[in-house]
């Protein structure tokens, strides 16, 4: 059993990697992550588990805040997509 951080993709590659190279058994990952992580007004509130944030300021404030924290060389489809 792995048991690893579901946020970090690092610890993800590693962890799939791992299980694919275990020949003798099945392997399970335990990716531990928080609902609505890395928009502080969604980080675990159940009410986003079902709802999405709405045109104006949720969407605008949960985009900048998801924007802070993207990890180098990922590419924002949306953006990409309005050029």
């Not at 059993?1 to 190279?21: Q, S, W």
């Not at 980080?43 to 924290?69: K, Q, S, T, V």
Request: hydrophobic share 35%; no cysteine; aromatic share 8%.
């Amino acid at each position: 059993m792995l048991d690893i951080d579901g946020h970090n993709h690092d610890e993800l590659k590693k962890a799939f990697n791992d299980a694919r190279l275990s020949k003798d058994k099945p392997t399970v990952i335990i990716a531990n992550t928080i609902k609505g992580k890395g928009v502080s007004f969604m980080e675990n509130d159940i009410l986003w588990h079902y709802r999405f944030p709405h045109d104006g300021e949720e969407y605008d404030g949960a985009l900048a805040e998801l924007n802070e924290i993207k990890p180098d060389g990922v590419i924002d489809p949306y953006k990409e997509a309005s050029k």
